[in-house]
């Protein structure tokens, strides 16, 4: 029974692993600095998670959504047959079937309650609080060195563009907002404080698509709510 018990708990070290490193992880000798090695760090977490929790290779997943995935997947390794440059497609294969091996790993640890809400939530924080405060950071340094005016590239953070940080704040969000909603105590204060800090950075980081998706986003939220409301 401990045995047993402690895999779940396992599992669940493994993810706040993930969440804490992955918007921090930065190997200057890589290529790609930033997206490869998260990508393979991604990728040796979730062997270690399976290993640690095999009871995934039993569990059973929704048939469309899987068969879906898998189909995705085996067009991904297919069109390597025909790919321009074969040796980049061996890294979208490798991206795509680390997606697809998460989602698994995550839709079944999320159902069995082995990573709860809660969990969910404050691991979220720490990914957003490593992506927003160093960009904060370098965002106090722009302004003193009159780089925000003249060149905003410059606020990367732990990323390698500040597209990409953008993007990894934007996509965050919602859960950040759950935190500060439903969490208690410090974490709760936390999350405000930290809501507050990506918008500004998703506003100032002027990435059109972040602000297009947040855009979006209020809109549906704020029908919904509507909706919800009226009924």
Not at 44 to 55: P, Y
Not at 65 to 73: E, G, H, K, P, R
Not at 122 to 138: D, S
Not at 194 to 216: A, N, P
Request: net charge positive; no cysteine; aromatic share 12%.
């Amino acid at each position: 029974m401990a045995n047993s018990a402690s895999k779940p708990r396992g599992f669940s070290i493994i993810f706040w692993l993930m969440m804490i490193l992955l918007p921090l992880i930065k190997v200057s000798d890589l290529q790609d600095d930033t997206l490869l090695s998260r990508y393979l760090l991604l990728g040796a977490l979730l062997l270690a998670g399976i290993l640690v929790d095999r009871s995934i290779l039993k569990a059973r997943f929704p048939r469309w959504i899987s068969l879906s995935l898998i189909a995705f997947a085996l067009l991904v390794a297919l069109s390597r047959s025909w790919a321009y440059n074969p040796s980049e497609s061996y890294a979208l294969m490798a991206r795509v079937f680390i997606f697809v091996v998460a989602f698994f790993a995550l839709y079944h640890h999320i159902g069995s309650k082995s990573i709860s809400t809660e969990l969910l939530l404050k691991a979220n924080l720490l990914f957003a609080a490593g992506a927003a405060i160093p960009a904060l950071v370098e965002l106090l340094e722009a302004l003193g060195s009159g780089d925000f005016f003249e060149n905003i590239y410059v606020i990367q953070a732990r990323f390698s563009h500040k597209n990409l940080l953008a993007s990894a704040i934007m996509l965050s969000f919602p859960l950040v907002l759950a935190a500060w909603a439903i969490l208690k105590g410090s974490w709760s204060k936390g999350a405000m404080v930290l809501t507050i800090l990506m918008l500004i950075e998703m506003f100032v980081l002027r990435t059109r698509g972040v602000w297009l998706s947040l855009f979006i986003a209020s809109a549906i939220s704020a029908l919904i709510w509507q909706v919800k409301k009226q009924s």
